[in-house]
């Protein structure tokens, strides 16, 4: 069946540091994968999408490639700070409107 | 973005009883969404509730332990019904975004179920 693969389970970077997130998806006819942050008690949170007429897409800090051959797509975050630390998730949607996702990061980023 | 709201924010329930949780969003949508989140997992959906017809379940969800309501655009409920220690999770809904592209979808801010 569909699966979206993430990894890593957790990053712990410095202050100012860049992080990276990779997922793979197995549905080859997907076409909008979505990034969600989590924080502690909270929903999740649409941080960034991208969908695959295109192979980047940033805003600000992040950043989001996307590469259909492999079937994979990554999160950048640049310049990490404090407030990044969070739970993030990425989706991959199948059937045309469910979203399935991966396993998340629990990422930590020390002052 | 939608602005999403859900009822009660949480709960602790005796095993055998029900519980409702309400969603509630400022605009009209087409799509409503339940996701389950058991503590320190990803999220799992449970069904999409359609207004005005029956709510289409995933794999593993029924609607006698998991009835749904969707009476107009704006609003939703999930029931989890005789509960056991094992629906301790956090239930979320989603609205797929009515003001911008179509797939965004949005999230409330859960509802945290404890089943003693």
């Known amino acids: 069946g569909e699966n979206v693969e993430q990894h890593p389970s957790t990053l712990s970077v410095q202050e100012g540091d860049s992080a990276v997130i990779k997922c793979t998806y197995s549905?080859?006819?997907?076409?909008?994968f979505p990034w969600y942050k989590q924080e502690l008690g909270k929903g999740p949170q649409l941080i960034i999408d991208?969908?695959?007429?295109?192979g980047e897409k940033k805003d600000q800090r992040i950043a989001v490639t996307l590469n259909k051959t492999a079937k994979h797509f990554s999160l950048h975050i640049t310049e990490t700070q404090p407030e990044d630390s969070a739970v993030y998730f990425c989706?991959?949607?199948?059937?045309?409107?469910?979203?399935?996702f991966g396993t998340g990061t629990r990422l930590q980023v020390f002052p | 973005s939608a602005v999403i709201s859900q009822k009660p924010s949480r709960d602790i329930c005796q095993r055998g009883t029900s519980l409702t949780i309400q969603c509630q969003v400022d605009?009209?949508?087409?799509?409503m969404f339940w996701y389950r989140q058991q503590p320190g997992q990803s999220l799992t959906l449970i069904a999409t509730?359609?207004?005005?017809?029956?709510?289409?379940?995933e794999s593993g969800f029924v609607i006698d332990k998991f009835p749904i309501s969707r009476p107009n655009l704006t609003f939703s409920t999930l029931t989890v019904s005789n509960m056991s220690p094992e629906d301790s999770s956090i239930y979320l809904c989603?609205?797929?975004?009515?003001?911008?592209?179509?797939?965004?979808?949005?999230f409330g801010p859960g509802t945290r179920l404890t089943v003693l």
């Open positions: 549905d080859s006819a997907s076409n909008y």
């Open positions: 605009s009209q949508v087409t799509m």
């Open positions: 989706a991959a949607i199948y059937n045309t409107d469910k979203l399935i």
């Open positions: 991208i969908r695959s007429n295109v």
């Open positions: 509730a359609n207004q005005g017809s029956e709510a289409t379940y």
């Open positions: 989603s609205v797929e975004g009515s003001a911008g592209e179509v797939d965004e979808q949005f």
